[in-house]
């Protein structure tokens, strides 16, 4: 949901609500409901239920109808409920949801979900049928990051999985090693395979009788692996790459400037995380990080004018002129994920 003093709030909140709650009645025919975002409501401690509906007689005329359970929540966000959280609210009461927030084991107290330069508060809600109150684990409010303004919220269902006893196992093969086939190995493999041992060997094969075609083709394949033992090299393992040369290929332009800023705003998120109501840490979190975008986006910019003026002074060297384009489709090809990089910080 848009801030209610957003621009792109043109119609307004009820249609949007409106809209949520048709959904939610749509697909609760099919099951239970569970509703996870960023509502931008404040809700307080009002209750999501419909307070004083438990009665001591029943009621005759709807035999269906359900009294709502008294259940409280915590809230550590003390600001006045706005229209965003009013129908939050009545859409819980509508639709049988439950806010998990402040009520669960794992945020009892109803952590702050979003902490900004001016402030915290909790907009970020994970509501829930009814019905699966009992089988909610824990719901958790993670760690403020320098990813988002936003703090994670995650929750696990105890939902027990019962497994057939007869279920065959099945044994995967190993991943058969590799040869490096260089043009001398394949000379060599050629005669090896035209020399009298190994022709003798196919003799014996076509001679020979089998069970079944997979013990034919173990035979057959036999031969040809020892061939390919006494000709070519015999790698077994797969280098494993760095992971850390993989992240500089990625961002190039990612200077040591950009490297000490990105520590520095780490650092004021983990202050911002122990301590979200100190204002200066607040500050200079968002303004170390706005700097950060900035220079990421300078470092990028200047990093592709360096490949382009490179170009323009090759033009007599083709090998040097493919190797700066071949660069530079490496960035366009890695373009999205610097593009995700630059959102995050």
Excluded at 5 to 34: C, F, M, Q, R
Excluded at 132 to 161: K, Q
Excluded at 315 to 330: A, T
């Amino acid at each position: 949901m848009s801030p209610e003093s957003s621009s792109t709030n043109t119609t307004g909140l009820e249609p949007i609500y409106d809209k949520l709650l048709a959904d939610v009645v749509k697909y609760s025919n099919l099951g239970h409901i569970i509703v996870q975002g960023d509502f931008n409501a404040y809700t307080n401690t009002k209750p999501d239920f419909i307070a004083f509906d438990n009665s001591c007689t029943s009621n005759q005329d709807d035999l269906q109808y359900i009294s709502d359970q008294n259940i409280p929540r915590n809230n550590l966000d003390t600001k006045l409920v706005n229209n965003s959280g009013k129908y939050l609210l009545n859409l819980c009461k509508e639709s049988s949801l439950r806010i998990l927030n402040g009520r669960t084991i794992g945020d009892l107290h109803g952590k702050h979900t979003c902490i900004t330069y001016n402030g915290c508060s909790v907009v970020d809600y994970m509501l829930v049928s009814k019905e699966l109150l009992h089988i909610v684990g824990y719901f958790e409010v993670h760690d403020f990051t320098s990813l988002s303004n936003h703090c994670i919220i995650s929750c696990s269902l105890l939902i027990g999985f019962i497994m057939p006893q007869n279920t065959p196992q099945y044994q995967l093969d190993p991943i058969p090693n590799k040869f490096i086939w260089t043009p001398e190995a394949i000379n060599l493999y050629t005669l090896n395979s035209n020399s009298i041992e190994s022709k003798n060997k196919f003799e014996q094969f076509l001679k020979s009788t089998f069970k079944d075609s997979e013990s034919a083709v173990n035979s057959f394949n036999n031969i040809l692996y020892e061939n390919a033992l006494k000709s070519a090299k015999l790698v077994k393992k797969v280098p494993v790459r760095n992971k850390n040369q993989n992240r500089s290929k990625r961002r190039p332009w990612y200077s040591e400037s950009c490297r000490e800023l990105g520590v520095t705003v780490k650092n004021y998120a983990k202050l911002v995380n122990k301590h979200p109501y100190n204002s200066e840490y607040r500050h200079k979190f968002y303004s170390f990080r706005s700097r950060l975008r900035r220079l990421c986006k300078y470092e990028e910019n200047k990093y592709k004018k360096d490949i382009f003026s490179e170009l323009y002074t090759c033009e007599k060297d083709p090998k040097m002129f493919w190797n700066i384009l071949n660069k530079l489709s490496r960035q366009k090809s890695n373009n999205k994920e610097n593009e995700s990089f630059l959102y995050e910080l």
